[in-house]
């Protein structure tokens, strides 16, 4: 099946209404960092649980003021619950954490206190709540305390904890495989022969895909020949994503769509008007998907960033996470009307109006070498031309 060119948007529709829905598991919370919150949580109690001292001080009545002397009663520390009811003229001393005891509305200070033969003298009068958190002032039961989707960082964690979510509910990861396409290549540990090279994609495809924690197989190349390529895709189908590169053009040599396509996976899209990197290439099979990128280095690296990172990212539930793009400022003017959306590469600087984007000049589409000084790609739409200081589309690559 052959399918026209398409615009990038166009592509991403297409391939964003095709995401499979995410199934969500059940963690231990000291292994869930990195991973993304699938139900918000919510407060199991009150937060604080009770009228909580934010010093260590005096625990007062506020209607006494400051005279004339206090009489302590009792001493609570954190973790105490005071028995003890405060009445007017009397005192507890408290510790930052403790529960307010009954009687007392407020606390002073330690250091706003003297001590004066046993007796305890306020150096200021308090007004009523004064350092304490009253129950409930940071979240009532039953309110979202951290809401979903979110990736749990190590702050994440301390709010799941501290209402007791101790089993998090976090999206399941996809599983993954990436398959090189080629007979000229051979592995990067070897010395390419005359008319070989090495297979750098079989590096780089996995690491991009790993980057989004996601666990994947790299499986060993395939040779352009039919037989070999519908057996490495039948392992590859396995996983709940399989990634191709090199052999989805139209070539004679290029049997990835029609060794695909004879395995039972149906092509959504196969030719995207972008640069670099024109044909790609996605179908699905049952909850399986495919995606076909273009064998050279530069492309297949790119197409990544621009589809494929985004599709995962909304694989795993979390629409933000693939994305990584921000607006800046194009130091230079691209003047030349494009065909294709380009993807250029690109270094990144701050200024005072904002960040400031600088394309690289860039040899060919097979210059790894750009690409590995690059730390953004700046988005050239297709057909526009664009001036220096405008406003440019930027996909991050740190
Ligand atoms: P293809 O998309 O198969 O036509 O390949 C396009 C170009 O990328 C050719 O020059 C290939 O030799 C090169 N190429 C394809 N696959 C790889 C790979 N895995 N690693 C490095 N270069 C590749
Ligand atoms: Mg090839």
Avoid at 316 to 336: E, F, I, N, S, V
Wanted: hydrophobic content about 40%; charged content about 25%.
């Amino acid at each position: 099946m052959k399918t026209a060119p398409i615009p990038l948007e166009e592509a991403e529709r297409l391939l964003f209404s095709r995401v499979p829905k995410p199934a969500v598991e059940t963690i231990p919370i000291q292994v869930a960092a990195g991973r993304i919150l699938a139900t918000s949580a919510r407060a199991d109690a009150d937060q604080p649980p009770f009228n909580r001292a934010m010093m260590d001080g005096y625990a007062v009545r506020s209607v006494d003021g400051d005279e004339p002397m206090f009489e302590p009663v009792d001493d609570i520390p954190a973790g105490k619950k005071s028995t003890r009811t405060v009445g007017s003229g009397q005192c507890a001393r408290i510790m930052t954490g403790a529960p307010l005891p009954e009687g007392a509305d407020a606390i002073q200070q330690i250091e706003k206190t003297e001590q004066v033969a046993g007796r305890v003298r306020l150096l200021d009068s308090v007004k009523a709540g004064h350092n304490v958190a009253p129950k409930g002032s940071e979240a009532r039961r039953g309110d979202v305390v951290l809401a979903a989707p979110r990736v749990l960082r190590p702050q994440d964690l301390a709010v799941l904890a501290s209402v007791g979510v101790v089993r998090v509910p976090v999206f399941r990861a996809p599983t993954c495989a990436v398959i090189s396409t080629g007979d000229e290549l051979v592995d990067p540990s070897k010395n390419p022969g005359p008319g070989r090279i090495r297979n750098t994609n079989g590096i780089s495809v996995p690491a991009q895909v790993r980057r989004l924690g996601i666990a994947c197989d790299s499986l060993p190349s395939a040779p352009d020949r039919m037989k070999e390529l519908r057996a490495r895709i039948r392992q590859g189908l396995k996983r709940d994503v399989l990634i191709l590169s090199g052999g989805v053009s139209a070539g004679d040599r290029d049997l990835v769509v029609p060794a695909l396509e004879a395995e039972g996976v149906k092509t959504t899209l196969h030719q995207v008007l972008i640069r670099p990197g024109r044909p790609i290439f996605f179908g699905s099979r049952g909850r399986h998907v495919v995606f076909g990128l273009p064998g050279n280095p530069v492309s297949a690296f790119v197409t990544f960033e621009a589809l494929v990172r985004p599709f995962l990212g909304r694989m795993m539930g979390y629409d933000g996470l693939g994305a990584r793009r921000l607006r800046a400022r194009l130091a230079a003017p691209l003047a030349k009307k494009m065909e294709r959306t380009v993807f250029w590469p690109a270094t990144l600087s701050s200024s005072a109006e904002g960040p400031v984007v600088a394309t690289l000049p860039w040899k060919s589409s097979a210059d790894l070498a750009t690409l590995a000084r690059a730390d953004a790609l700046a988005i050239q739409p297709r057909g526009t031309t664009m001036d220096a200081d405008s406003w440019v589309e930027v996909v991050l690559l740190d």
